[in-house]
């Protein structure tokens, strides 16, 4: 086995244009799909993170409904890298998704995930600095 990095295919490399993935835009289909699948565990671990706090430690401060408008986002953000998982492993098997969102979900996972992250970090602070408005 080698210590290295694979090697991966890619479109502006003579003999990686045959790759599956590249001719939707994914030059690095494996750093996408690790990356994806990172995301999903993180997004998992978030949630669970926001709902355990919202739900003990900072449960009489924070609403249920403010811990529903943090953990939204997180969660989409989950899905859409799941999606762009599903959609790798579709077109690294010759399959063309219906809908191929791994080159949007790749813009689109971290921003909903700090979206959530910034959301649930807001209302903990406003909590503390104006508890009236929470």
Do not use: W
């Amino acid at each position: 086995m080698s210590d290295g990095p694979p090697t991966l295919k890619r479109p502006d490399v003579p003999g990686g244009a045959d790759d599956p993935a590249a001719s939707v835009g994914l030059a690095e289909p494996a750093l996408a799909y690790d990356y994806f699948k990172s995301m999903v565990s993180l997004s998992v671990a978030t949630l669970g993170g926001i709902l355990t706090l919202a739900g003990t430690v900072f449960g009489a401060r924070i609403s249920p409904l403010q811990m529903g408008m943090a953990a939204l986002p997180v969660a989409i953000s989950g899905l859409l890298a799941l999606q762009g998982q599903t959609d790798i492993v579709q077109l690294c098997q010759g399959v063309k998704p219906r809908l191929n969102s791994s080159r949007a979900a790749l813009r689109l996972v971290p921003s909903l995930y700090g979206l959530g992250i910034g959301i649930f970090l807001a209302f903990l602070l406003v909590s503390y600095v104006a508890p009236e408005l929470g």
